[in-house]
């Protein structure tokens, strides 16, 4: 890890959990050390693939840690702080700090939503006086959080020098290539979380990608960074990319559990998801296993 400008393939890992929901250790460091050998640019650790709202605010910082211990000096390393109120991320800022983090990502809160300009710009500006001198970024999620970030919002914290990196995972293009338009001349740069419009974003000017199925393959999507000039190449790697998307994630019914237990088929972990997430069927796992028998992932 030669440079502090985060760019490329940050991998939102998965937390591998057992039957009480607790972090299992020994699989999160295998599913950490096999994306460090495979050669991707950083981790995204308790983000909403790696569950980081849903585990219990002692196994988040267990996680967090963990991720801290593998990772620290050998790829980029990004926190999540997801939660409820603005009093509560700044716990989850206060913890990665003392860590060690230099990176953590905010995303509005949910349950009771931001709805208002001002709201969203009291959370963000509150996290900042709290960052203890990590670097804040942003994290746009509205499937999760119940609210889009808007983008004058977005516009003002790059001007009042908040933040310099958003994730989007809005799955709007035109959203996101406002923000290009409107922030980027600013210095703001952009992760797209979308993987179906990989391509499309790193032409357009994507800094990188924020891909779950990188859990599994992370190879279409170094490529695809590395590729990110070439139109025809990026097509290509776009089928791919979204052969994945397609066969692993399942969505709408599981999405995440379908992920983790793909991962597991790789002996890491043991596919569960954290309650009250639908954990993958019989058929479900038939399917992802009929689709990895054709397309294994490199030995790496």
Known sequence: MSSTELAGIIVPVITPVDSQDRVDAAAYRAQLRHLIKAGVHGVFAGGSAGEGPLLTFQEWERMATIAFEECNGKIHLLGGTMDTSTRRIIERINVLAHIGYKNFVVAPTFYTGAKFPSEFLRQFGECKEHSEGMNMIAYNIPSCTGSIIPGEVM???VRRGWITYVKDSSEDMDYFRRLLAEAGPLGLRIFLGTERKAAEALL??????????????????????EARGNKEELARLQ?????????????????????????????????????PLEPTNEEEQRLIDAFIKVNPPAAI
Do not use: H
């Open 155 to 157: 516009v003002e914290m």
């Open 204 to 225: 357009a000017g994507a800094v990188g990608l924020v891909p779950t199925c990188a859990n599994y393959d992370p190879r279409p999507f170094l490529a695809a960074y």
């Open 239 to 275: 089928i791919q990319i979204t052969s994945l998307v397609d066969n692993l994630l399942l969505a709408p019914r599981v999405w995440l559990a379908g992920m983790k237990y793909a991962v597991s088929t790789l002996g890491i972990g043991s596919g569960r998801v954290v309650s």
